[in-house]
């Protein structure tokens, strides 16, 4: 039986993410070609244009591709760790994203690098995919504030006016049952796994200036997590 067109279209669809990968990590997201794509993939562009239709869509592929892979692995890690306290989540959530990362820096540098000139990412395709593993983190944030094993102050005040204010909206979007300090402290410890993870995948960090990366990830998240409970 010949396949139907729904399969026809996942499978020269991921013959094309394939390439894709490929293709990003040897050029790069700015030198990105989908005519090279298409001559590889032995079609005529016409025949690629009904699946891929641009650069731009190839780039959005991509972007939707990598997120749900590596939130994929961060759920996976954090589902095997289900009977350890929140916080240890948190840590193995962590150190789940930063394993993919190491392991597909290309795709790594595509979501959290430098912009690629003349593409923005469509919010209505990228945003729910791109803020899985943000939301993975808030639920097991929240995990803690419900058994009330999360400080609502932490050691340093925070600020009143906007910076309160867009702490607060963040909350009410996601359903955070804690408040805005509680939220800055789960925000520091975003900040502080994807800056460390970019230092170490883009060799910022400097050659062999710490050989256990792994290690130092942790306990850096070990000191943001000590600011919450």
Known sequence: MSPSRAERRRDVTERILVIGRRHLAE?????LSLRAVTRELGMVSS?????????????????????????????????????????????????AFRAWAVSEPARY??????????????????????????????????????????????????????????????????GFPGGPSTMARGVTMWATLVGATSLEVFGQYGADTFTAPEALL????????????
């Open 27 to 31: 050029h790069g997201a700015a030198a």
């Open 109 to 174: 540098a595509l979501l959290y690098g430098s912009p690629v000139p003349g593409y923005a990412a469509p919010a209505e395709r990228t945003t729910e995919p791109g803020t899985r593993v943000v939301r993975t983190l808030i639920g097991i944030l929240a995990e803690g504030v419900v058994l009330g094993e999360v400080r609502e102050e932490g050691p340093v005040p925070l600020p009143e006016g906007r910076l309160a204010q867009d702490l607060q909206a963040i909350s009410g979007e996601t």
């Open 47 to 95: 025949a690629v244009y009904r699946y891929v239709d641009s650069r731009d869509e190839l780039l959005t592929l991509l972007l939707v591709d990598a997120y749900t892979e590596q939130a994929d692995a961060v759920d996976a890690a954090v589902t095997a760790a289900a009977d350890e306290p929140w916080h240890e989540r948190a840590v193995v959530a962590g150190l």
């Open 218 to 229: 942790e306990h850096q998240l070990r000191l943001a997590a000590s600011t919450l409970d």
